[in-house]
């Protein structure tokens, strides 16, 4: 059962151009989201994150929006750099006595110079 | 800098062989997370520490242990490793469990 789900494995796009990359999720119950980015042989560090209270969340040349009526976020990166070619995972919080996060599969983006 | 540490970074055991992975961290949270993460998939949690209180998936094999005998650090134990238990182990921590995680680099488990 995956409440967390990331529908593309990979995204390629010319540098300068925009990322999109989108997070669909079953669980009405998540009240926080995050993306996440992985460089090979390291672990994922932390992107940024949206309240379920809010629809966008805005650092810099990154931007994750939040739908929930269609139970959908997404990341958009603005200029897209090569440096930013790298896993994206989306994850998902809820709380259950404590906090729990589900991640999505992850989406490879490919930035071409 | 305060990080996570993961030690070894590449672990082969041979199948039925226990291994133990290890997880340091310097940032002081409270919770300690570790994840399984099979190639192109999602990082799976196995279980999580809120401090001292442990906190088992129910899905999570009884073939998998974990300690944290101090705040800083937390084990893995695999007691009867398959080769189904080939994957990269991810530790975590976060202060409260509310907000971002904080990754090590991982650990890649190689079965034979």
């Known amino acids: 059962d995956q409440q967390v789900k990331q529908n593309s494995p990979s995204l390629s796009v010319q540098e300068g151009r925009i990322s999109i990359l989108n997070c669909d999720y079953t669980n009405s119950m998540f009240d926080y989201f995050l993306w996440y980015k992985k460089y090979p042989a390291e672990g994922p560090t932390f992107l940024i994150s949206?309240?379920?209270?809010?629809d966008k969340n805005e650092d810099g040349r990154f931007t994750v929006f939040l739908n929930k009526s269609a139970k959908h976020l997404s990341l958009h990166i603005v200029p897209s750099q090569p440096g930013d070619s790298a896993v994206y995972f989306c994850a998902a919080n809820y709380r259950t006595g404590g906090f729990k996060t589900i991640f999505g599969a992850g989406t490879r983006l490919f930035v071409k110079a | 800098d305060a990080m996570v540490i993961q030690n070894p970074r590449y672990q082969v055991t041979q199948f039925g062989k226990p291994v133990t992975l290890s997880c340091s961290q310097t940032l002081n949270h409270n919770v300690m997370y570790w994840y399984q993460q099979k190639s192109s998939q999602a990082p799976k949690l196995l279980f999580h520490?809120?401090?001292?209180?442990?906190?088992n998936e129910a899905d999570t094999p009884d073939n998998f242990q974990s300690r944290r005998p101090n705040t800083s650090f937390c084990f893995l134990d695999i007691r009867s490793p398959g080769l189904g238990d080939a994957a990269m182990y991810l530790c975590?921590?976060?202060?409260?469990?509310?907000?971002?995680?904080?990754f090590g680099p991982g650990t890649r488990l190689t079965v034979l």
């Open positions: 520490y809120y401090d001292k209180d442990f906190n």
């Open positions: 949206i309240s379920s209270i809010k």
């Open positions: 975590a921590t976060s202060r409260d469990g509310a907000n971002e995680q904080f």
